[in-house]
């Protein structure tokens, strides 16, 4: 009966440690499992960015030539202003410095 008991025991205590084990091994397999996705999430996350850094290299850039574009055309068109003939005023107050359409005696330019 004394062997029996302990037997019992013994064998009680064997699955505990089989238990405690795979318990164990468990933990660390889960753990493995959890670096390794952390390590990918990371990953994802240096790519996206780096990724974001390009795609706003790329704005910042086209927004710069857009604005050195614009610019060199404003400076042309400001070069090309100052020396456009300008137009001849001869108005007396008519257009192209003639009456027309009234004919009243006092609109008819007296030279």
């Not at 699955?15 to 397999?29: D, R, V, Y």
């Not at 857009?66 to 008519?94: C, M, Q, T």
């Amino acid at each position: 009966e004394r062997r029996e008991r302990e037997r019992k025991l013994s064998k009680e205590m064997a699955e505990k440690a089989t238990k405690e084990l795979e318990k164990m091994q468990l933990q660390e397999k889960a753990k493995v499992k959890y670096k390794e996705w952390l390590k990918k999430k990371r990953a994802e996350e240096a790519e996206k960015k780096k990724k974001e850094k390009e795609k706003e290299k790329v704005r910042e850039a086209e927004l710069q030539e857009k604005k050195a574009k614009s610019e060199k055309i404003f400076k042309e068109w400001l070069h090309n202003a100052r020396n456009k003939p300008r137009p001849v005023l001869n108005g007396y107050g008519f257009p192209r410095g003639k009456s027309t359409g009234l004919y009243f005696y006092y609109t008819y330019v007296v030279i």
